[in-house]
């Protein structure tokens, strides 16, 4: 059982920054492809971006791609996100998942691929 607490959310003002931080508990963290989730109020669950295991492979979501950066220390069982140059269309709540750990060297866009989840922190950008 993987459990995950995400941290560092609030709220900015457009062009500011935030880092979102997803502290996990387990012993096999390096396993676990990490990725990122937001969900804005009356839409679907949206993917943001994915980390491999060893943190060799990252995937984009193209609204924020060259704004947003993940990583990951294994060594602290912690999964990143740095947000800058935040818009209001980034205002959602977001959240972090974590697969299995059976595939942990792909990552995934797909919400079914992720078996673990954690509470959601909320993000607001501001005009």
């Known amino acids: 059982q993987v459990q995950l607490v995400e941290s560092g959310g609030g709220l900015v003002q457009a062009g500011g920054s935030l880092r979102l931080s997803c502290a996990t508990s387990?012993?096999?963290?390096?396993?676990?492809?990490m990725a990122w989730f937001r969900q804005a109020p009356g839409k679907e669950r949206d993917f943001v971006v994915a980390i491999n295991g060893g943190g060799s492979r990252t995937d984009y979501a193209d609204s924020v791609k060259d704004r947003f950066t993940i990583s990951r220390d294994n060594a602290k069982n912690t999964v990143y996100l740095q947000m800058n140059t935040l818009k209001p269309e980034d205002t959602a709540v977001y959240y972090c998942a974590a697969d299995s750990g059976s595939q942990g060297w792909i990552t995934s866009r797909n919400t079914y691929e992720y078996r673990y989840w954690g509470q959601g922190t909320q993000v607001t950008v501001s005009s």
């Open positions: 387990g012993r096999t963290f390096s396993s676990h492809a």
